[in-house]
T-cell receptor, first 111, second 115 residues
Framework: DAKTTQPPSMDCAEGRAANLPCNHS???????VYWYRQIHSQGPQYIIH???NNETNEMASLIITEDRKSSTLILPHATLRDTAVYYC????????????FGKGTMLLVSP | KAGVTQTPRYLIKTRGQQVTLSCSPI?????VSWYQQTPGQGLQFLFE???????NKGNFPGRFSGRQFSNSRSEMNVSTLELGDSALYLC??????????????FGAGTRLSVL
């Protein structure tokens, strides 16, 4: 699986949009971009994923650049409960469910 | 629908002992994966089981083993515990390729402390 690079930490004010970047310059054509988050002392939680088109669900939006070498996770109106470590993961859907986690981005949402 | 259940939540063992952790996946999920999380190494993949067969394995010593039963429940075992085995052990289940999204759903984990 391709390697990802994320900033170690980011801050965001409550109610504002949080934009979390991820670089995956070695991504292959059949690899998807997945985002998970881990709130302190809990197991990771799936947020969203995409291949090349932008995606939106009830939790977030995912913007993938045209060359697919980077992406941005957008939390449109961050709340204190969004404080967590966010992981960007690149994975091909070949049958294995294995996720390769990097260090992620610690997002701190403040009042 | 019940989520992924891991037992016990907390465990304290001493060096040299062995330990068995249990994971009950979401009903209908046949794939179970295990991960180890430590402050130094982060989240690392241990192994994945599907229909009682181990089909993927991470880079861990043979002291770490697992199995999956016919009802998809899974156990992992660590023998001859070392201090460095202290970690949060996470289990995740999924439908595998039956789910086009191939999402993994995680349990709350078992916190193992080795003294």
């Amino acid at each position: 699986d391709a390697k990802t690079t994320q900033p170690p930490s980011m801050d965001c004010a409550e109610g504002r949009a949080a934009n979390l970047p991820c670089n995956h310059s070695t991504i292959s054509g059949n690899e998807y971009v997945y985002w998970y988050r881990q709130i302190h002392s809990q197991g990771p939680q799936y947020i969203i994923h995409g291949l090349k088109n932008n995606e939106t669900n009830e939790m977030a939006s995912l913007i993938i650049t045209e060359d697919r070498k980077s992406s941005t996770l957008i939390l449109p109106h961050a709340t204190l409960r969004d404080t967590a470590v966010y992981y960007c993961i690149v994975r091909a859907n070949t049958g294995y469910s294995t996720l390769t986690f990097g260090k992620g981005t610690m997002l701190l949402v403040s009042p | 629908k019940a989520g992924v259940t891991q037992t016990p939540r907390y465990l304290i063992k001493t060096r040299g002992q062995q330990v068995t952790l249990s994971c009950s996946p979401i009903s209908g999920h046949r794939s179970v994966s295990w991960y180890q999380q430590t402050p130094g190494q982060g989240l690392q993949f241990l192994f994945e089981y599907f229909s009682e067969t181990q089909r993927n394995k991470g880079n861990f010593p043979g002291r770490f083993s697992g199995r999956q039963f016919s009802n998809s429940r899974s156990e992992m075992n660590v023998s001859t515990l070392e201090l460095g085995d202290s970690a949060l052990y996470l289990c995740a289940s999924s439908l595998g390729l039956q789910d086009p999204k191939n999402i993994q759903y995680f349990g709350a984990g078992t916190r193992l402390s080795v003294l």
